[in-house]
């Protein structure tokens, strides 16, 4: 059974930093690209960043480029979101996904605010 389990989420002032991980289990992990959504309240869901099978690959929005980096490890089935200079437009639910399965997490909540 696929299941990717989101954490790190929380409440953080502006310019503030957040590591946010994903656990995978139920695949192979070092065999697929790992992405990162965010999803505003009232706003769908885009994507924020992903990562190829072996990390040497990433690509961000426009909106979170030089802020955040995706990062992955193979041998922990884990892909991490380090969020630094937080803004309050950063603050939705963050989720990774797998997207040669279709495979959502349950999602966690990043909230940035004085």
């Known amino acids: 059974q696929v299941q990717l389990v989101e954490s790190g989420g929380g409440l953080v002032q502006p310019g503030g930093s957040l590591r946010l991980a994903c656990a995978a289990s139920?695949?192979?992990?070092?065999?697929?690209?790992m992405h990162w959504y965010c999803q505003a309240r009232g706003k769908e869901r885009e994507l924020v960043a992903r990562?190829?099978?072996?990390?040497?690959?990433?690509d961000y929005s426009d909106s979170v480029k030089g802020r955040f980096t995706i990062s992955r490890d193979n041998a922990k089935n884990t892909v991490y979101l380090q969020m630094n200079a937080l803004r309050p437009e950063d603050s939705a639910v963050y989720y990774c996904?797998?997207?040669?399965?279709?495979?959502w997490g349950q999602g966690t909540q990043v909230i940035v605010s004085s």
């Open positions: 996904y797998n997207p040669s399965v279709s495979a």
């Open positions: 139920g695949f192979t992990f070092r065999y697929y690209v």
């Open positions: 990562i190829d099978k072996s990390g040497g690959v990433r």
